[in-house]
């Protein structure tokens, strides 16, 4: 392989007997050792003697109105509704739509199943349109003013959701501890409270 960059831009002008005489010589005498500088010297002179035809006077007279038909065509082209750029960019390797795929279906099951875990109870609706167990009373409604199926009720209902409430914070406090809050203000010295 020649590296001789000088000796490669001397053989156009070698071939067509232009150079120096200390050109032509220095020329020579690298022809007569590198194979590679000959070959390309012989592909030069192939080339030369090459004719190219003219393509004639019509090609050369139709040639401006077949660049501005073209021009034109192009124009006409990103005016229409084209949605082919489109798809060139959702040209993606297969491991990209496939770890696009996993990451929709993760997305999804999160959000399908996480909220099944953390869904409150709704009350069942009865025959006749109310909810068992609701009573729906508008205003303000004082405890004296109750009967005493009603403070049973209250009652039964607080003692259920204070219920779930324990089972929900056992993990934070510790199981089978009772956190009552009369033992809290019996630990409290007069300063504290």
């Given amino acids: 392989m020649c590296n001789d960059t000088t000796i ?12 120096d005489p200390a050109e032509n010589l220095l020329v020579e005498s690298h ?3 590198c194979d590679e500088c000959r070959t390309e010297l012989s592909l030069l002179r192939l080339m030369a003697e090459e004719t190219v035809p003219d393509p004639g006077e019509a090609f050369w007279t139709a040639m401006p109105d077949r660049i501005y038909q073209a021009v034109q065509k192009s124009r006409t082209k990103k005016k229409s ?7 060139d960019r959702m040209a993606l390797p297969r491991w990209a739509w496939a770890a696009a795929t996993v990451g929709a279906v993760l997305i999804i099951s999160w959000f399908v199943f996480t909220p099944l875990q953390n869904r ?3 009350p069942q609706p ?5 909810y068992a167990g609701v009573t ?6 004082s405890v004296a003013d109750l009967d005493e199926d009603e403070l049973s009720t209250i009652d039964s209902w607080t003692g259920s959701e204070l219920g779930s409430i324990a089972q929900e914070a056992e993990p934070v406090l510790g199981p089978g501890r009772d956190a009552d809050i009369y033992e809290a203000f019996e630990d409290l010295n007069a300063r504290e409270v």
């Fill in 136 to 141: 729906v009373t508008a205003g303000s409604v």
């Fill in 31 to 33: 022809l007569a050792s």
């Fill in 126 to 130: 009865q025959g006749d349109g109310g």
């Fill in 8 to 19: 490669k831009e001397l053989l156009p002008a070698y071939r067509e007997q232009t150079l």
């Fill in 81 to 87: 509704f084209d949605l082919s750029w489109l798809f």
């Fill in 120 to 122: 409150p109870e709704t």
